[in-house]
Antibody
Framework: QVQLVQSGAEVKKPGASVKVSCKAS????????IHWVRQAPGQGLEWMGI????????SYPQKFQGRVTMTRDTSTSTAYMELSSLRSEDTAVYYC????????????WGQGTLVTVSS | QSALTQPASVSGSPGQSITISCTGT?????????VSWFQQHPGKAPKLMIY???NRPSGVSNRFSGSKSGNTASLTISGLQAEDEADYYC??????????FGGGTKLTVL
């Protein structure tokens, strides 16, 4: 069965960077795009970008351009999301999610990774 | 890209039907049939309930249905059950080749 298992919680200081991993299993890793979505405490979902695990190309919304980098390692079927210049507003649960039967749907989700930014 | 607009909360009694609206613009929801709906219980990851406006993934109850008219999409839940109490989010693909979510709607089953 399809599984996305994310790395554990992180605590970072303002100005630092964080790298969250998302290990995929149960399917051909390079066949499905992966999204990253975050959710601040008590808030809604926010789309952060998408990566094509096959070629490695990624696309980000303007809000995160220059601060987020999405990569992948096909040898371990793992996708990564790195966010730099962290500030308190980046405190959130970060999710990876795989597209499904439709390129435009997010069918399978990881369990989420809490990133806390605090001095 | 602004978030899609959803009501903050809706409520209904067991057995009733409720509808959650999701309003966008001609640059996202109005121009594409790539609207999805997600259910999220507290402390859990979102779960896909509807994709491409009205399609249900395997395993999702047929009590959940989706539709769209113009710049507004809707999620209808019929025969409300206690387990349906959760937050619901809509999302849409946009003309900027990005995705955007709604602000979320808290469903309370009375």
């Amino acid at each position: 069965q399809v599984q996305l298992v994310q790395s554990g919680a992180e605590v970072k200081k303002p100005g630092a960077s964080v790298k969250v991993s998302c290990k995929a299993s149960g399917y051909t890793f390079t066949a499905y795009y992966i999204h990253w979505v975050r959710q601040a405490p008590g808030q809604g979902l926010e789309w952060m970008g998408i990566i094509n695990p096959s070629g490695g190309s990624a696309s980000y919304p303007q809000k995160f351009q220059g601060r987020v980098t999405m990569t992948r390692d096909t040898s371990t079927s793992t996708a990564y999301m790195e966010l730099s210049s962290l500030r308190s507003e980046d405190t959130a649960v970060y999710y990876c999610a795989r597209v499904g039967g439709s390129y435009y749907s997010l069918d399978y989700w990881g369990q989420g990774t809490l990133v806390t930014v605090s001095s | 890209q602004s978030a899609l607009t959803q009501p903050a909360s809706v409520s209904g009694s067991p057995g009733q039907s409720i509808t959650i609206s999701c309003t966008g613009t001609s640059s996202d929801l109005g121009d594409y049939n790539y609207v999805s709906w997600f259910q999220q219980h507290p402390g859990k990851a979102p779960k896909l309930m509807i994709y491409e406006v009205r399609n249900r993934p395997s395993g999702v109850s047929n009590r959940f249905s989706g539709s769209k008219s113009g710049n507004t999409a809707s999620l209808t839940i019929s025969g409300l059950q206690a387990e349906d109490e959760a937050d619901y989010y809509c999302s849409s693909y946009t003309s900027s080749s990005t995705w955007v979510f709604g602000g979320g709607t808290k469903l309370t089953v009375l």
